[in-house]
């Protein structure tokens, strides 16, 4: 089956620590994005990656970290930086005529 | 002011009854409107797309955008239980890939269908 996996689904994390959240996608799609969801509000859009080895800051960057070494991995660190992890974290993907966006299953993070 | 603006509910209605959920946006420029389902704990799908104003059906769901009110729409005619999520109504300049995956959601809207 084609699609986008995230690991793991839930995710606790110590202060002061960093932690790494999983997304992988078989679809070939070229583009991979982070979004974090808070209760009441949107998504909101931490990274992107358009092509391999190449990522671009989105509204919320501060206090993450992203890689894209291969195509279908698309990695996101929280690093202790981020003062407020606690979230719903979201990977998506789009290919190069897609008009819009496929979504993982999510990452509960939360911060113990 | 936040770019798009969405009732975030909860909504509750009773099984078969039409539902009518809502945003409204603030840049004139957006020209690609989506609506998208999420199921609790899960990741959003794609429900409807749509390009500039217009109407668009699928089966019992029908997305409209008014360009001019700058608000868009989404019906789900003769409501089921299984219709309970949050609807997110999102928006873009460009197609998805050609500006970095800049879609702006909505907060969205909590839908319950009572049997």
């Known amino acids: 089956d084609g699609g986008i996996t995230q690991s793991p689904k839930y995710l606790f994390r110590k202060e002061g620590q960093n932690v790494t959240l999983s997304c992988e996608q078989n679809l070939n799609h070229d583009a991979m994005y982070w979004y974090r969801q808070d209760p009441g509000q949107g998504l909101r859009l931490i990274y992107y990656s358009q092509i391999v080895n190449d990522f671009q800051k989105g509204d919320i960057a501060e206090g993450y970290s992203v890689s894209r070494e291969k195509k279908e991995s698309f990695p996101l660190t929280v690093t202790s930086a981020q003062k407020n992890p606690t979230a719903f974290y979201l990977c998506?993907?789009?290919?190069?005529?897609?008009?819009?966006?496929?979504f993982g299953q999510g990452t509960r993070l939360t911060v113990v | 002011q936040k770019e798009v603006e969405q009732d975030p509910g909860p909504l509750s209605v009773p099984e078969g009854a039409i539902v009518s959920l809502n945003c409204t946006y603030s840049?004139?420029?957006?020209?690609?409107f989506m609506w998208y389902r999420q199921y609790s704990r899960k990741g959003p799908e794609l429900l409807m797309y749509t390009y500039s104003s217009g109407n668009k059906e699928d089966g019992r769901f029908t997305a409209q955008v008014d360009k001019s009110s700058k608000y868009i729409s989404l019906f789900i005619r003769d409501s089921q239980p299984s219709d309970s999520a949050t609807y997110l109504c999102a928006m873009s300049l460009y197609p998805i890939y050609n500006q970095g995956g800049k879609l702006i959601f909505g907060q969205g809207t909590e839908l319950s269908v009572k049997p």
């Open positions: 998506a993907s789009s290919g190069q005529w897609n008009t819009e966006a496929f």
């Open positions: 840049n004139s420029a957006f020209q690609y």
